[in-house]
């Protein structure tokens, strides 16, 4: 059995206090009103899983398989960042202090991005294997925006990855709408650029950061 490394527990630390976190408002309130939660916190392990492959089938130079990995992995990204707009269910409720529902939101937000960004980081140490660092972050950075559109489409047209299996023509003509009509195309672009140009900003931070701490520590 494959052993856990240091994200993988750290993934699971901060998944069980969300979960405690969700245990325990459903015990005061005596209700499920955020059980979705649980199932968009699920969806975000989802790109980890497919960045693992990809990064599998690279090293292995199986170039069909590491293409599928990658475009699996690209249509389901979304689905982590994604948390960050639950935070629109944000309201006060009896029983319940507002403060709690923040901290429950922004927990399992915070861990949603923990998910993106840390299956960015593996796919993007991954395609320095195979291209140039510039293309590696030209890569990368076309991924977080359109992870931005991703986004638009799960909370505003309310479409799920899967959907490009069950539904395609239905979301292609959901997709074409926002290039060729006019308020749409102003909201997609508009939550696309602003979540893309929010995520570019994490995600540059981090690994600069994490780059100038090996420095320090070498």
Known sequence: MKTLNNHHKVLIATSMFCVILLLTRIYIAENISY???VWNAFLAWVPLLFSAK???????????????????????FPNAPYLITD????????????????????????NGLLFAFISLKQIHQTLLLKFSVRQSWFIV??????????????????????????????????IGRTFVEYPFFVKSMSVTFAF???????????????????????
């Not at 893309?196 to 320090?216: A, D, H, P, R, S």
């Open 141 to 174: 950075l076309s991924t977080l925006f359109l992870s931005g559109y991703g986004i638009y489409l799960g909370r505003f047209e309310r479409w799920n990855s899967w959907n490009i299996l069950s539904s395609p023509f239905s979301l292609f003509r959901a």
């Open 196 to 218: 893309g140009l929010f995520m570019t900003c994490i995600y540059t931070t981090v690994y600069f950061l994490q780059g100038n701490e090996k420095k320090i520590q070498n």
């Open 87 to 110: 935070l629109i269910h944000l309201k006060k409720k009896a029983m319940i202090p507002l403060w709690f529902d923040v901290l429950l939101l922004v927990s399992f937000a915070w």
């Open 35 to 37: 059980y979705f939660l």
């Open 54 to 76: 990809f990064e599998k089938y690279v090293k292995l130079n199986q170039t069909g398989k590491s293409i599928l990995f990658f475009c699996s992995w690209l249509l389901f």
